[in-house]
């Protein structure tokens, strides 16, 4: 029986869960709420903020809706899932996305750290602090060896992370987040050992005992070339990651992920959704800096279109508890996504440019709107990522090159991107 879906989101990860959920056999009707102007060449876009319950709910009653995928973090922390989990409903919809309890492992930083050592899960030696715990924070981090990081606990749109060269930035820094640089997403700060290796971006769809191992990313935070700058919500990323060997995904299988769903069953933590695990390979260990509880952005925008097993499926089979008998099938080819910025961001930026794409010239990409928006046919900038560019390749020169290529060619004022995604890997 083919199914109706609500995806709830409005950037580029949500456009390329629709873009996957398009393909399905099983899709009837497809919704995405608030969405964008490339989410509304695939589905019927729902205006509204998917962390309103109750619309949420009414939506899924007037439309008959079978799934609902929550994309961002925020309707998640806020806890959406809980509010649909108890509703009274005749045909109840499959949820995908953890309830406020499960959204915690990326809400708080602080909680997410305590469940990695209480799991025994391998992640960098640190400490929290509230912001009446100025002084002891301050003799912590003298005894860590530079660089020195510090995180933001709360919610801070992927920005909340800064890596110090020396303990006098880490100082100033650290007051900076102690007196609001992130509002109340820094009034707990995690400060943490620097792991000196390379990260990748490992996804899950799990029902918390079960799980699906989707493609493995790597994307790119760092607005610089060669990793330099302030952090981004993400400038680009690529799929699959040559470092990433059997050996190394075995590890990432025993060490991390199982031991991260044995957690939440110990600690009475339901988890229904997707989750995404931020690692750092130092001399071929895995080690675990942080999750989501959510697919990444713009890792989807790789994962997805390298992803070829069926994803209505693949949900089904985790509400049906059959997801270790699913097969996960991969294209063979290199993904690449190159994402358009505003000019400025991650720090002040307009809105409100025009956009103008070529009107040919690329069959071998895929447009993931991130922000946009459209007014009387006119495309127009709508938020600091703005598009995301994505191509395949037989190597991963070939995807970034045809990515680059098409980066030149889309124009708005103030357009900015690196032309070094994937620049570390072999």
Known sequence: MKKNVLILGSGGREHALAYKIKQSNLIAQLFVMPGNPGTAALALNLPGNPSDAELVKTTIFNFDIDIVICGPEVPLADGLMDALSIASWDHKP?????????????????????????HSIPTAA??????????????????LKPPIVLKASGLAAGKGVIISPDHH?????????????????????????????????????????????????KDYKRIGIA???????GMGAVSPVSFVDEILLEKVRSQIIQKTLDGLK????????FIFFGLICVQ?????????????????EVVMPR??????????????????????ETDPRYAATIMLVSGGYPGVYEKGKTI??????????????AGTKEQNSILTTDGGRVISITSFGNTKEEAVDTSLDLAAKIQFEGKYYRQDIGFDLS
């Open 266 to 273: 110990k600690d009475q933590i339901p988890y229904q959704g």
């Open 227 to 233: 990793d330099s700058g302030l952090n981004t919500g």
């Open 94 to 118: 499959i949820l995908v996305g953890p309830t406020k309890a499960g959204a915690m492992l990326e809400s708080s930083k602080a909680f997410s750290k305590e469940f990695m050592l209480k």
């Open 126 to 143: 640190f400490q929290a602090f509230t912001k009446d715990q100025e002084q002891e924070a301050l003799e912590y981090m003298s005894l």
């Open 356 to 369: 103008q794409l070529p009107t040919e010239g690329y069959q071998n990409s895929i447009l993931f709107h």
């Open 169 to 217: 930035q880490a100082e100033l820094e650290l007051l900076d987040l102690l007196h609001g640089k992130f509002g109340a997403a820094s009034e707990t700060i995690v400060i943490e050992e620097f792991l000196d290796g390379i990260e990748f971006s490992v996804f899950i769809l799990t029902n918390g005992t079960q799980y699906a191992l989707l493609p493995i990313a």
């Open 284 to 300: 071929g260990e895995p080690y675990l800096i942080e999750y989501n509880c959510r697919m990444g952005d713009p890792e989807t």
């Open 307 to 328: 992803l070829k097993t069926d994803l209505i499926e693949l949900i089904l089979a985790m509400q049906e508890n059959r997801l270790d008998q699913v097969k996960i």
